[in-house]
């Protein structure tokens, strides 16, 4: 379990885990908990970028409706604060099912976070697999 001794520090991991608790093991609508209302994703598998929360919540509901994750974890993150806004940025390591297969995977994930209304929303994201 990962902790961090500056507490926005941890309030800002502890959101991100909850987040990704919601896609991972979850119902993937919670996401509106999280996902900034003008949130952007440059993602592994699209090539345009997604553009507004309701349109990530969506990438990520399609990637959830075709895979059934078996593992998640979240390897080595760092987050930088800057006033009201954070980097966060991670390793991940992940195993699931898709089209009678396993998969297993790991890359590397870099979220934006912004502070409104005394919570975090994650408004940017941009994932990968690690290099060939």
Known sequence: MVSFADPVKQEIWSTLRAM???????DPDDLSKFF??????????????LEGGAACIAGWKDFCSA????RWEE?????????NS????????MSFEMGGQTINMGGRDMLFFVKESERWWAVADQFSPYPA
């Open 86 to 93: 954070a980097v966060v940025a991670y390793y991940f390591d």
């Open 67 to 70: 895979a059934r994750i078996h």
């Open 20 to 26: 990704n608790d919601a896609w991972t093991k979850g």
């Open 36 to 49: 900034h209302h003008n949130m952007v994703a440059i993602t592994a598998t699209d090539r345009n970028r």
């Open 75 to 83: 390897i080595d993150p760092t987050i930088q604060v800057y006033g």
